[in-house]
Structures are given as C-alpha cells and as structure tokens.
C-alpha cells in the first residue's frame, strides 16, 4: 500500500495545486467588477461568491482534517452565497489564500498509512481517499465555472491550457521533448 499511498498522495497534491492555479490564472484575467459580476439566473453566482464559497468549504473541511468532523459548526454554508458588506476582491481572496494554506499543509501532512483512516463530513463516515477525492471533484467543479466565467467576462483571454488551433504543435513539442530527455 506504500508505494500506491505514495503515488496517490503525490498526485492529489499536484491536482489541487494545479486547480488552485488554474482559478487564479483565470481570477488574474478580470477586473473588479467582472470578479463581482452575477450572471443571469435565479441561480447563479458570481466568481466572488464561488471563491467566498470554495474557501469556506476547504477551511471547513481542512481544518483539523483527520480529527474533527469536516463540516464545522461555525461555517455559514448558506452565507458564502450571498454577497455582503465587506466581501470586496481583497477580503475575499485573503479568504480564498488562507484555505488553500490550510488545505494544502494537512494534505501535505498526511501519509500513505492514513489513507485508510475514517474520517467524518456531517456525521458521514468516508476513508480519507475518499474524503480527498470529494475535495478534488468539488474544487474541479467549481474552479471550472471560475474559468468559464472569467473567459466570459475577461476583455482578452489568455488561454490557461492549449490556446486553439494549436494542439497539433504543443503535441510536437512534448513529443520532442520527451524525446531529447531520454537520449539524454
């Protein structure tokens, strides 16, 4: 179990890592009032609301991640839905920062041998796989509207991937450069 642990813990860190980035490279692409901006839909969020959300979730389900339960008693799950006085650009990526350093040293913390644990969110027993494989498809989700909204709302878009009509190319380049590495 070790060695598949290993991997397994190495991978989910750089998955969490690569989404954080990814949602900040597209955050970087809009202004203040495109970070604000609610799209049409009784529904919908804002990225403002989807980053206020995202930090209260990781921060809930982080902290003290293998001995509490994952959904604390003071986070106001309803309120990261709603914009309030006070949730400006700043405020909120300081939110958004603080999460991510949590979440990030307890999943650096943890090794192969506590995959196995049970840990608890709302009272629901999960394994701790489990338990970073929720946090990994519920970042990967929300960072997905992160990007379609920014890219929406963004005057020039810089693609945070392969930029179209170029996939082709980037293929080459890897190729050769896989290539040059193992003649090396």
Known sequence: MSDLGTLYLESARATFRKYRSLA??????VDEAAF???????????IALIVKHVAGNLCSRWTDFLSTDGEKPDRDRDGEF???????RASLMAQWNGAWEIALRELDALSPEDLTRTVTIRAEPHSVVLAIDRQLTHAAYHVGQIVLLAKQLAPEWTSLS?????????????????????SR
């Open 24 to 29: 900040e490279g597209a955050m970087d692409q």
């Open 36 to 46: 604000s901006a609610v799209p049409p839909g009784a529904e919908s969020n804002s």
């Open 162 to 182: 392969i930029p179209r009509g170029e996939s082709q190319q980037f293929t080459a380049a890897m190729q050769a450069r896989l290539q040059d590495n193992s």
């Open 82 to 88: 709603e914009q309030r006085a006070g949730d400006t």
